[in-house]
């Protein structure tokens, strides 16, 4: 059967599913886009992986426009006028996200929406604001069917973050995903807590370290995708990734891994960055026609390329021969120390190379903790975490990552299951959400044990419609079979429960 | 009940155990260190292996399937950590409701546990068995919690005087008081304790603003005695602190003593009842849990 067949035959998709895979298949007709052959082995031996982002990019991987130029010039080419009100500001944004691209083809920001809609939510009666704003999550879910978009509030208080929190409880939606930008001199307790409420009930919002982001990014910075850390007016070219276990398969020893195995992979993802960065810039026509580009929603120079690594736990533990995985990385302080060596000298490699355009931040690109996908199985944990079954106590957790989250401007994270009677405390999640941000933890996620909507590795979906999907029923949203993936592959949602302690006395 | 008066001279207590993260002791999140040893017995104790100290009589040796624990040459049982595979054989074989899994620790060894989830934390609980019976041990331990800023609370059974000896209080935010019976025969039955001193402790803290919160475990089908506790806390602290009213649960009792008690939980009605009782006489803040 010819893969177009099996898709237009598929029972599970829907027309727009359908239609996106055989886009896919579309740009697999040509290609003149052309590596090395080392690279081409190296991706055979899955020691490289470029997340089927496609031969032929067409658009940047992601794409976080400026809606703040949005709202003050409107849009030409969408004959759209700067909003004067709260139903004009919704409707603007709505149009405006159909046509903003990305490696989905849905929109992965969706902007600061609290900042954005809050001086028209401010001029109208409250109920009438909850209204609107309640459809326009609505438009969301259903039209931006696809849970990688993604929205920001904070880091200060305000009536439409409010909204927005009280909204995303009552509705229950997989999509959009939200970030708080976390920032402990200007995010109220009290706000902190109702995200953290919300957070339990719904797994979103995600906590951002916004001191961190903004250190590297400046203010104006985007969560966008799972927890994708991206200019404003700009976004990440593409995103391929070491598959760090793989990358080692052939290294003798840690010194071997580290003086031969991991700079020729570096090297090869460089070489394919390098490629697909000028393709899209020089080839493409997304630079050169795009409206987002010719009215400035988007600059070239905001944006960079994203340098993903998965599975440095399976790679330290496969380099020191441990076999027993909860005595290994997380748990064993060699495994934590060649880690963090092995980060080190990513970190290294990446910086020291001279990359096109990007000119924003010196020609260079950004490492990112890729969360995994569906296929990985459990040979690579996402990015640098612990894996799912052998996770140590939270505190030792929190403070394996705190070591790893700075390598990582352009995004990782980590998620942590809380048990119900954490629905009556949440004030004892904020300080651990609190100290552990300022331990140098980037970004934080939650969710409560038994909720319908669930964090899989990064992105959310609702486990009724993995039911669906194993029922062989059509699911309205793309990410719900990755979801299903992960479940079955890499037991996502089997991860380790804060429970509370019974007391002894 | 072993003497613990001097290993607290000597600086070093028995701790059951230390939890890093707690929701459930106190406000916020606290880190919660579990004395061993409890002058109560009471007859729901869900860890009836944190009542009595170790007597080395090895009897658990031979029940541990991981090789954790050995009788040393003073023959003294010695459990090894790393070993320890957290099943418990040890505990269900022991005949004296104690535990070889025990360490004795020093004020500065119980700190560097604190010190590590100190940037996650509010305060720190400390808990037990029965907490006061390490008196000295904790007005050093809460002195150095104090100063990483953090807040001390005690879990206490209420069998410490505290009037007679205030330095605890001191150094700490408070109490949260079990009162587990007022009627005397109840109590006698209950916990083996006389219960003057416990009532002497709820009329005492709460005078001196250092009664954090109550506790009462209501047993189902129980109504005298449940009331008799109820009223009279209620009665006594009014609005000034949180009441919790607990459902008894079996898991973890004993089984004599299930037998007595219920081997089923308190209906969360049943419970609700008596916290509505405790509201109307003004304990404002009861609720169940």
């Given amino acids: 059967m010819s893969e177009a067949l099996r898709i237009i035959q598929d029972p599970t998709l829907t027309y727009k599913q359908e239609l996106l895979a055989l886009a896919r298949l579309g740009e697999s007709t040509d290609d003149s886009l052309r590596y090395s052959d080392a690279y081409y082995e190296a991706k055979r031996r899955g020691a490289l992986c470029d997340l089927n982002e496609g031969v032929m990019p067409y658009r940047p991987r992601y794409i976080c426009p400026d809606y703040e130029l949005l709202f003050r010039k409107g849009c030409e080419f969408l004959q759209l006028e700067p909003p004067k009100d709260l139903l004009e500001a919704v409707n603007v944004l709505e149009i405006f996200y159909c046509h903003v691209p990305s490696i989905t083809s849905f929109p992965v920001y969706l902007g600061d929406l609290d900042r954005l809609l809050e001086p028209f939510v401010v001029r109208e009666d409250r109920a009438f604001a909850k209204k609107v704003l309640g459809l326009f999550l609505r438009n969301i879910d259903r039209v931006q069917t696809d849970s990688f978009v993604h929205a920001d509030i904070g880091p200060e208080d305000s009536v439409t973050g409010r909204l927005l929190l009280e909204l995303t409880e009552e509705m229950q939606l997989a999509v959009p995903n939200l970030t708080l930008r976390y920032d402990p001199e200007k995010t109220s307790d009290d706000f902190a807590l109702a995200c953290v409420r919300c957070m339990l009930k719904t797994a979103k919002p995600s906590f951002a370290n916004h001191r961190m982001f903004v250190k590297e990014w400046g203010e104006r910075y985007a969560i966008a995708s799972c927890y994708n850390g991206l200019s404003i007016a700009g976004g990440g070219f593409t995103l391929p990734r070491l598959r760090l276990y793989e990358c080692s398969l052939d290294a003798k020893s840690p010194e071997d891994f580290l003086e031969r195995e991991l700079p020729r992979h570096i090297d090869l993802q460089l070489e394919y960055m390098d490629k697909r960065v000028k393709f899209i810039v020089e080839e493409s026509s997304f630079f050169k026609t795009n409206f987002l580009v010719t009215e400035g929603f988007v600059k070239l120079e905001n944006f960079t390329g994203m340098f993903g690594v998965v599975g440095l736990a399976e790679c330290c533990n496969r380099l020191l021969g441990i076999e027993d995985k909860k005595k290994g990385f997380g748990m064993n302080d060699r495994a934590t120390a060649l880690g963090l060596q092995i980060m080190d000298a990513i970190d290294v490699r990446v910086a020291a190379h001279e990359a096109p355009y990007c000119d924003a931040y010196g020609h260079r690109y950004r490492l990112h903790a890729q969360v995994g996908i569906d296929t990985d199985g459990m040979d690579d944990s996402p990015g640098t975490r612990i894996p799912i079954g052998v996770e140590p106590t939270m505190l030792e957790q929190l403070e394996v990552n705190e070591k790893f989250h700075p390598y990582f401007p352009t995004g990782t994270g980590d998620i942590f299951k809380f048990e119900e009677t954490y629905l009556k405390t949440p004030e004892a999640i904020l300080p651990i959400i609190k100290g552990s941000l300022a331990n140098g933890l980037r970004y934080f996620s939650g969710y409560l044990e038994n909720n319908d909507v669930v964090r899989v590795t990064g992105y959310l979906v609702k486990k009724s419609e993995i039911e669906k999907l194993r029922a062989k029923k059509q699911s309205l949203n793309n990410v719900t079979v990755f979801g299903m993936g992960a479940q079955d592959g890499g037991h996502a949602l089997d991860r380790r429960v804060q429970h509370h302690e019974e007391s002894a006395g | ?289």
């Avoid at chain 2, 170790?54 to 049982?77: F, K, M, T, Y």
């Avoid at chain 2, 003593?257 to 109307?280: C, F, I, P, V």
């Fill in chain 2, 1 to 289: 009940m072993p003497s613990t008066g001097g290993f607290s001279i000597m600086k070093r207590a028995p701790v059951n155990r230390i939890i890093p993260f707690s929701n459930v002791d106190g406000p916020g999140n606290r880190t919660s260190v579990f004395f061993q040893g409890c002058p109560f017995n009471c007859l729901f104790c869900h860890n009836p292996e944190t009542i009595h100290l170790c007597r080395d009589c090895g009897i658990c040796v031979s029940q541990c399937p991981a090789g954790a624990l050995s009788l040393d040459n003073e023959g003294h049982v010695a459990w090894d950590r790393t070993r320890c595979v957290g099943c418990d054989s040890c505990i269900r074989s022991c005949p004296h409701d104690a535990s070889p899994k025990v360490r004795w620790m020093t004020v500065e060894e119980v700190m560097r546990e604190i010190r590590r989830s100190a940037p996650y934390i509010d305060g720190v609980t400390t808990s037990g068995g029965e907490c006061t019976l390490q008196n000295e041990f904790l007005i050093d331990l809460f002195t150095e919690v104090r100063k990483l800023g953090k807040t001390c609370l005690i879990d206490s059974n209420g069998s410490f005087d505290f009037a007679a000896d205030p330095r605890v209080l001191e150094v700490s935010e408070g109490v949260m008081l079990d009162v587990k019976a007022v009627e005397r025969e109840w109590s006698d039955c209950l916990v083996s304790f006389p219960n003057a001193i416990v009532l002497k402790n709820l009329e005492y803290l709460l005078s001196v603003g250092k009664l954090h919160e109550v506790r009462t475990v209501i047993f189902p089908g129980r109504d005298r005695e449940n009331e008799a506790t109820v009223r009279y806390v209620a009665q006594q602290i009014g609005g000034a602190c949180l009441y919790k009213i607990i459902r008894y649960r079996p898991y973890g009792v004993r089984e004599r003593y299930q037998k007595l008690l219920g081997e089923y939980e308190t209906e969360a009605d049943y419970a609700e009842r008596w916290a509505e009782l405790a509201r109307s006489l003004g304990a404002a803040q009861a609720f169940v849990v």
